[in-house]
Structure formats: C-alpha cells, structure tokens
C-alpha cells in the first residue's frame, strides 16, 4: 500500500466511521432522514450531505454552486456557511438519492486512499480557500466523521462504536485544544494546574498546566495542589467539547473540585468544534 504509514490511523478511523455511517443510514425510510441530531439546525440528512460533501472536496469535486436562505438561524459565521453549501443544496434530495451518492463517495475515496502516495506535508485544499497538510485533512476527516457518526447514533438510538480508531483520534484532537481553553479561553491564573479525568471507553488522565507567562500545556503526570479538577465520562466529554449539550444539561455528570469560578469558565468555553 502506498499509504504514508503515520497517515495509516486517520485512513483505518476514516473507513471505520464512514462504513458504520452507511450501515446506519442504509435502512431508513424517508421520514427518519429528517429526524434533528444533537448538532446545531441538521437533521439526519443534512450530517449525511455534510458527510458526502467534504469527502467529495477532498476528492477535488468543484464545490456546488448555490445561494443559501437567509433565515438559517444556526449560520452564524463564515465557516459555517462554507459547511452549510454542501448541506443545504441536498436538503430537498430522496433517501435513495443520499445513499446512492453516499456509496459512490465511499467507493471513489476508498480507491483515492489506496492510490494515495502524496507525503503528510504535502499542502490540499482547505476550507474557505485555505490550504493545510493531508495530514491535517486527513486527521480533520476522521474526527469529523467519528463525531457525526456519534451524533447519528444518539438520534437513532443506536450507540456503539465509542472506543473505535475514530475515538482515539477524536481524543488526541480535543486534547491538543484544552490548553488554549484553560489558559486563554477561560483566563486560568498564571503558575496553575488544572486535571481532567475521563473515565469509560475511552480513559485518560491529563493536566493542563500554565506558566508564569500564562501559556497553557498538557500533560499526562498528575498535578499535587490543583486549582480544579473537572471528572467526568468520555461521552460527556466529546459532546460538551463539541458544542451538542450544555454544561448545565449534564451537571448530573460531572464532577468538579476546587476553584467553583475558574471551573465554571472552563465549562463556558469547553467548545471547540467551530
């Protein structure tokens, strides 16, 4: 296979999730494509197209060419109308017409991946005009597809899949932003330690760590003396993290000690998922 080996895991999390997304979709009838999910203004259809068009972009298919309406009350940014194109100009397409596109999609990127012989550092195509490193897009591919996998589960009363190869690097993206949420995001003091202790599926234990300069980093020793500890399950964790509950929905599930106000700030800015 000609596949970089250090793009190998975001190539095993990508197919994992994709196929798990088919197999989800696959069986349902028209109305259950317009259930809501817990992420922001979508329904099954619109993950769905949202799925099918960002593996399209990365296949390099022209982006659809289409006005949006004006009263999509969940577009509050530019990023989120670059996301919303795809979405919005399948919002009207049949179950039969997504799962068709879907398996086509599946079918062309499963044969770009296994001819894929670019290194990680070459640049693709990006959101919004930008460019990034296939590593970068193929890292953002897996996470994204693992959340929305996640987010079709939970509307489908299907879970499952909570610890697959998606998960882990779901976990390594979300944690590679906890130092800016603690450190800038949520103003921790200078010279702090904060701990966060996940348990489930998927465990771990990390501190974020600021210096006398208030910059954020992250480790996994634990810290004697922190000034909040934040415990909670890994299920909780992705969907405070990605923006599909709020913290006061799911105070039943967490478990914080020590500064009640830096805990609380944390809480704020848990979302990182734009």
């Not at 769905?48 to 296949?59: K, W």
């Not at 949520?186 to 974020?208: K, Q, Y």
């Amino acid at each position: 296979m000609s596949l970089h080996p250090s793009l190998q895991s975001y190539a095993d999390a990508w197919t994992h999730s994709i196929d798990a997304i088919s197999d989800l979709v696959s069986p349902l009838v028209e109305g259950e494509w317009n259930r809501r999910t817990p992420c922001p203004g979508w329904s099954v259809r619109d993950i769905v197209s949202h799925v099918i068009g960002l593996d399209c972009e990365a296949l390099g298919d022209p982006r659809p060419i289409h006005t949006l309406p004006r009263d999509l009350y969940h577009v509050t940014n530019e990023h989120q109308r670059y996301m919303e194109m795809q979405v919005d100009v399948r919002r009207h397409h049949t179950a039969p017409e997504m799962t068709s596109e879907l398996e086509y999609t599946i079918i062309r990127r499963n044969r770009q991946l296994r001819n894929e012989s670019r290194r990680p550092d070459a640049l693709v195509r990006g959101p919004l005009g930008t460019e990034v490193t296939l590593e970068e897009s193929m890292r953002n591919r897996a996470f994204d597809l693992w959340v929305h996998e996640q987010d079709l589960r939970i509307t489908l009363g299907r879970p499952g899949n909570l610890d697959s190869p998606g998960a882990y690097v779901t976990r390594d993206v979300l944690l590679s932003r906890l130092p800016k949420v603690v450190a800038k995001d949520a103003g921790a003091p200078a010279n702090s330690a904060v701990v966060f202790d996940v348990h489930g599926p998927v465990e771990f234990l990390r501190t974020v760590r600021v210096d006398a300069d208030g910059v954020g980093s992250i480790d996994g020793s634990p810290s004697l003396g922190p000034a909040a500890t934040l415990a909670l399950d890994w299920e909780t964790y992705v969907r405070l993290a990605c923006g599909r509950v709020t913290p006061e929905s799911v105070a039943d599930r967490l478990k914080t000690e020590g500064d009640p106000d830096l805990t609380a700030a944390i809480l704020h800015n848990f979302t990182v998922t734009p």
